[in-house]
């Protein structure tokens, strides 16, 4: 059994479009209450076509030549995800990923939420890519979860999204309730041994869709997920992971 109560009180979580969706950039001030009360923030077409493009040059450059650059690569269950080292990434070759995250509004985003010089910007940032997923699969990324080790994540579409390619699924408001639970766990259990899964469709959940260029800002204790990919179809995506120093603490005492 997970150790939060699956049952969510329906005043704390919404399924409503409008709460977690903007149309255009808002205050730093917004994102941070939203990200706090809600779990996610999310801003349909954040970056324009030519931008996006030479980030997926620089996503397949980072395919094709994976084996050879020296990051962890995950390969199972048709995905394909690089762990870069963001001080350890080739800013001039990939100077389009480099100074995506490293952009001041994310900074600027990370020193309110964690405080200031209490964070580390997008230490790893996660390239991935989902193709048809052949099974059902019953563990994360696809089941709705929260993480073991809470981090802040700035997730950006490379590709079109939605429930057919992958769309992560979100219940908006569970962060609240999962970060009480996953704090109490913590001081118990080893962050490896916190249970993480919440059942499904007891809890529900909505898929984040939007065009190319759709950035999300998440904090991991909201339950979410990955949606199946159907045949045919891909998902290609980015994300920036920035912890606190405290939890990058707990991380380094695992080992
Ligand atoms: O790929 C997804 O949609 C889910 C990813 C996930 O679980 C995470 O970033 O923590
Ligand atoms: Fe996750």
């Not at 994976?66 to 394909?80: H, P, Q, S, V, W």
């Not at 769309?167 to 766990?185: I, K, Q, T």
């Not at 759709?214 to 904090?219: A, E, V």
Request: proline fraction near 5%; charged fraction near 25%.
């Amino acid at each position: 059994m997970p150790d939060v109560n699956p049952v969510y009180d329906k005043s704390d979580i919404s399924l409503e479009r409008e709460v977690v969706y903007r149309d255009s950039i808002t205050s730093i001030q917004d994102v941070v209450e939203t990200v706090r009360r809600w779990g996610i923030v999310v801003f349909p077409s954040y970056i324009k076509k030519d931008r996006l493009a030479k980030l997926n040059i620089e996503f397949d450059n980072l395919l094709v030549n994976r084996a050879k650059l020296g990051f962890t690569t995950d390969e199972y269950e048709n995905i394909t995800n690089i762990r870069l080292k963001q001080d350890e990434l080739d800013s001039t070759t990939f100077s389009y990923i480099a100074s995506f995250f490293n952009e001041s509004f994310m900074s600027d985003v990370s020193q309110v939420y964690y405080g200031a010089d209490n964070y580390r910007l997008n230490g790893e940032i996660f390239v991935s890519e989902l193709t048809e997923t052949q099974s059902k699969q019953t563990k994360p990324p696809f089941a709705l979860h929260f993480d073991k080790r809470n981090v802040l994540k700035f997730f950006l579409y490379l590709t079109d999204t939605d429930e057919r390619n992958g769309a992560m699924r979100a219940l908006p408001g569970s962060n609240v309730r999962n970060r009480a639970a996953r704090e109490d766990a913590m001081h118990r259990t080893a962050l490896k041994d916190i249970e993480n899964v919440l059942p499904e469709p007891l809890v529900p959940s909505m898929p984040i869709c939007g065009p190319a260029g759709t950035l999300f800002i998440f904090d991991t204790d909201m339950c979410h997920g990955a949606s199946f990919v159907k045949p045919g179809f891909t998902r290609r995506s980015m994300r920036g992971h920035t912890h606190s120093h405290e939890m990058l603490q707990a991380m380094d005492a695992e080992i």
